[in-house]
């Protein structure tokens, strides 16, 4: 890791960090230190003089180290500095906040969501995506209920990992490749972000993966460039094209290409020139590169430690050029994590891949979940937060069935229904995975998601006995006017929706009696109905007529049992 240090009664007096970088090109130049001030944090800075390919870089960085009172008390601290180390101790204190309370309040939300955003803003993401994030943490944190065994720090802790995840995109996604190799991966970015280097640990990753590469070196504006990708090719084994820098880099490409097809490689890999900022003149380059190779991917590689620019970067030549994605390097030396955290929010293309050193073998996909867990450091939580939802979600479950086997099933029931649908996704979202389900028109799941809403509605004005026990509202007009009233809807709709839970609960009866093994009257030859339907040959009047006799069966499932007078049917609305 980036550097461990273990300091010894720092009381009052100056501290001594040991540096340890992971990259040997940066050197420590000065290491200094405060004493630790009221709010038990010390500021370090660290510079460095990078000169990797000879060229002098300078970079500087902040690290806010935490000192943790008890164990300053003990005369001994361990201070991790790693990647994200910043932002792992900011939003620690939010989860400290909570420690002693029993419930997630929007009152006692307040504080710790003031951590979580300076954290951020610290981290240097932007404060459009700040405040976005803050939002959907504090609504899904107060949102999510109790969860039996689960303290509150604990909970926010789980809350503030998924919105992480789904910040940085969800789902970790792949290279794309080509259905006609060779698959060509255009890879463009600003002057010294790591493009070249990048170049080579791709190749060697998908070599790994038994994909036969080549590299074209296009940088025709420093020599060193192509110098820099064939010494790479050959550390590799994987080949390079190249062709000085007296052509353009449009015309390497287009012969690079061919000489790839004619190879019969799988990957062409092409390094492209950078500038110190955005101008015209690369962009059109990149355009007419862009035209000749048809690539498949095209990456911009992006330098972690610039933060949010990097993501301004990102939606920059995605606006220009159209990208596939982003390769965040150098994130080894990034404590901050702005950029990993903004890229796909603000330019709405995923981070593909991330560099963590110089080495060649520096280079791994980006997968959002691992990264939040990194940067929050509390896997053990996210795993018990995971477990306890789980067992609540199966004790709802097995609750439930006991009043479906007992047909006590109440709005109570059927609230819960559609908020644990609503956690699970969109109606739309999971009727894609019920076989047969796809075909339904978007427009009828629209029309499914509102009338939902509008039940919810209604049983949000229902008391909470009239929820516990809807015979209540079979019986007084005057509660189900009272509903009608305080929803916003008619009468009419009210009482429809009562005797829909009794046309339910009446189903779900039968359905159990089916299930324990017994007979729902009407029913005693459908087992008879089916085996004969299976042995009729199709299109006999034989197994025309046992389809009609199984369908009205099957209505009556539909409506048999105990269902309430007055309720089943339009007109009979009470
Ligand atoms: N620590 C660290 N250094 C990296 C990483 N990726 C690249 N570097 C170093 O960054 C420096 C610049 O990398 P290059 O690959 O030459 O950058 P480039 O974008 O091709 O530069 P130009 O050709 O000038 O546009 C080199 O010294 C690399 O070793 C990384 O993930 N971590």
């Not at 630790?36 to 370090?44: A, E, K, P, Q, T």
């Not at 926010?156 to 006609?180: P, R, Y």
């Not at 920059?316 to 159209?322: C, D, H, R, S, T």
Request: aromatic share 4%; with cysteine; net charge positive.
């Amino acid at each position: 890791m980036a550097m461990v240090a273990t300091l010894t009664n720092c009381g009052a007096g100056a501290c001594m960090m040991l540096s340890q970088r992971t990259s040997s090109s940066w050197l420590p130049l000065f290491l200094g230190s405060r004493s630790c001030s009221s709010r038990d944090v010390i500021g370090f800075v660290d510079a460095g003089v990078f000169q990797g390919d000879g060229r002098l870089r300078l970079g500087l960085s902040w690290r806010l180290l935490h000192c943790n009172q008890s164990k300053r008390k003990m005369g001994a601290l361990s201070i991790r500095a790693a990647v994200f180390d910043q932002l792992s101790t900011g939003l620690e204190e939010a989860w400290t906040k909570l420690r002693r309370e029993d419930v997630l309040t929007r009152e006692n939300m307040k504080e710790p969501m003031r951590d979580i955003r300076r954290a951020l803003l610290e981290a240097d993401v932007s404060l459009p995506v700040v405040r976005r994030f803050v939002n959907s943490v504090s609504e899904k944190a107060i949102g999510t209920g109790v969860i039996r065994g689960v303290k509150p720090d604990q909970q926010l802790v789980k809350v503030v990992h998924d919105q992480l995840v789904s910040l940085m995109g969800g789902d970790a996604v792949s290279i794309e490749f080509a259905k006609v190799p060779p698959t060509v991966i255009l890879m463009a970015g600003l002057q010294g972000v790591g493009k070249t280097t990048a170049c080579g640990k791709l190749a060697l990753f998908l070599k790994k993966k038994d994909k036969s590469c080549i590299m074209l070196a296009t940088d025709v504006y420093r020599p060193a460039a192509i110098e820099q990708l064939v010494t790479l090719g050959k550390q590799m084994e994987v080949p390079v094209f190249e062709a000085g820098n007296q052509l353009s880099p449009v015309e390497i490409a287009r012969k690079g290409l061919s000489e790839a097809k004619k190879k019969g490689v799988d990957v062409v890999i092409v390094d492209t020139a950078g500038r110190l900022q955005v101008d015209k003149g690369m962009m059109n380059e990149l355009k007419q590169m862009k035209q000749v190779l048809n690539p498949t991917e095209i990456f911009l590689v992006v330098d972690a430690m610039t933060g949010q620019e990097a993501a301004a970067l990102v939606a920059a030549f995605n606006l220009e050029v159209g990208l596939t994605g982003a390769i965040l390097t150098k994130l080894d030396g990034d404590s901050r994590g702005g950029a990993a955290l903004s890229i796909k929010e603000v330019s709405g293309k995923p981070i593909k891949f991330i560099g963590e050193g110089e080495s060649m073998t520096a280079l791994e996909p980006f997968y959002p979940d691992r990264m939040a867990s990194r940067i929050l450091g509390m896997g053990d939580i996210l795993s018990f937060v995971e477990k306890a939802q789980e067992v609540m979600m199966q004790e709802e479950a097995e609750e439930m069935q006991k009043k479906i086997m007992e047909a006590k099933f109440d709005f109570n029931d059927f609230l819960k229904q559609t908020r644990m649908m609503a956690r699970m996704g969109s109606m739309g979202g999971m009727l894609k995975f019920i076989p047969g389900m796809n075909k339904v028109s978007p427009l009828q799941i629209r029309e499914a998601e509102k009338s939902l809403k509008v039940m919810e509605s209604m049983i949000n004005s229902m008391t909470p006995e009239e929820r516990a026990d809807p015979e209540l509202l079979t019986k007084s007009p005057s509660r189900r006017r009272r509903i009608a009233l305080g929803s916003g809807r008619t009468q009419e709709q009210v009482s429809q929706l009562v005797s829909q839970l009794f046309q339910m609960r009446a189903r779900m009866k039968n359905l159990a009696t089916l299930m324990q093994g017994g007979k729902v009257p009407g029913l005693d030859n459908l087992d008879e109905s089916l085996r004969s339907s299976q042995k009729a040959p199709p299109g006999t009047a034989k197994r025309r007529r046992t389809k009609t006799e199984l369908q009205k069966l099957l209505t009556k499932v539909g409506q048999g049992g105990s269902v309430a007078k007055g309720f089943g049917s339009k007109r009979e609305v009470i």
